[in-house]
């Protein structure tokens, strides 16, 4: 079986992040860039499975600028196959990034598709639902443990009162949440090992999608700030405050 | 044209989101129907069909939709969205599970977790954690949204809509419920509590928790917990507040033992008042919180509750 490993270029976690004077979006100048953290559970996830021998390959694929490459890169120094770079520049939702990603799964054919459940820069929490939705497959979203079978997988799902578990047959996708597992850290011989690895260009124009925008960005704000507040020196002072002044106890 | 809501509920109780997205639909489209999606859930529908400004509630009682599996979750909104110009639900693991299946089904994006209605097509919406906001403009077609319930208010329950009731639209088969873990509280939820105390890394073990609790038990709150402290195991996946967990906004948020990662910041910092206790006085916490104190949350938090407990809580 073929598990397939998207992949988001996206600002440092670290990063703090900081909005452009002129309310077009976030400064991303000079700024460093990684891989979105929950695709690094996934290609985590991919591996563990291939080194189990439930998975046959691992195909890493990342849809962004050229740099992307170096986002596949690391995939590859994790331990992924191949990789598939679809270049393209500027924002693409998720709807178009689900699209390239059917003509992918049509082409390549894998029996799991593990990605993110969300990218830390536009929050949308969408990709994997919605390729899911257009290939009519099954998804355990925001996965806390997958169990393989025969056919179908067994996969423990974070959800708002606890845990849940579904069971989906395969072809499947998963999005993955924190604690699946803990992802290794490339070592060096395996990132010269992944300098030699394939990496596939391609562009949207091959896949036949269009990656133009739907929605409009009108501006890009900061929240408003938070001032601190004042030190108390007491727990009867603390009291005392959010009873008297505050008024929320 | 009309509005649709999924409403989110436990087949017996209708969650609070339902009305506060309820609130949000009628700033997009009017007037505002609900679909309640359930197993024996028929209080559920009549409690929806008193929310204040909806007209209709359609009711698709079926074992089939108990747990809110995504792909008959996916089938029966799609066979419904016909006669709406927006479909909405809150941004809990149900609306962010099937709503993006609808969206690309109808080719349509999704604006994920709005915090405002700017106007029936421009909404505000956090992005990199919330340390900025964008506000995005849909095109033409049909709109589908999921919710930040934080920022709306709940529309009371003072309406008489009706209740229509449908049949299943069919289980594409391809997936199954097969059990939960659910935490048992008698406490009030975390996203809707009045008051929420939670613990960080500082508090070092899960047992060290049961001294939150007693807290919690005295002001009626919520316990949850930052990242740190659930990934060290002290606590479920369910008590995260933060980025990636659960987003609060109560009157009070206590703060114990927590250094203030950007990451737990997104999900509280629009609480009305922040109280912080930490011994590190550097800690980022203090950047945020109305009300700092720095001490040993050990010798800290058991006075908390004797001076709560002398002023009669």
Redesign the interface.
Known sequence: MKVLVPVKRV?D?NV??R?KADQTG?DLANVKMSMNPFDEISVEEAVRLKEKGKATEVIAVSIGPQQAGETIRTALAMGADRGILVKVDGDV???AV?KILKAIVDAEQPGLVILG??A???????????????L????G??A?KLELGEGSA?IE?????????????LP?IMTV???LNEPRYASLPNIMKAKKKPIDEKTPADYGVDTTP??????????PK?T?????????E??D???NE?G?? | MASLVIAEHDNTNLKDATAKTVTAAAQVSTPVHVLVAGSNAGAVAEAAAKLAGVEKVILADDPLYAKLVAEPMEKLILSLADGYEAILAPATTNGKNFMPRVAAKLDVPQISEILAVESPNTFLRPIYAGNALATVEAAAGKKIITVRTTTFKAAEATGSGTVEKIGSAGDPGISKFVGEELSKSERPELTSAKIVISGGRGMQSGDNFHMLDKIADKLHAAVGASRAAVDAGFVPNDYQVGQTGKVVAPDLYIAVGISGAIQHLAGMKDSKVIAAINKDEEAPIFQVADYGLVADLFKAVPELEEELTKLGY
């Open positions: 600002i976690y703090k992040v909005v976030v939702e998720p709807l689900a459940k969300q830390i820069d536009d929050d949308s929490n969408q990709t994997g639902q919605m390729l899911a939705a257009l009519d497959w099954p998804q979203t925001f806390h067994q799902r974070e959800i708002d009162g606890g845990l849940q578990t579904v069971e989906v047959k499947a949440d924190l604690r739907r929605l409009k960005v009108l501006k890009v704000t900061e929240p938070r601190s507040g004042v030190k108390v020196k007491t727990v009867a603390l009291v405050k959010l009873k505050a929320v106890i």
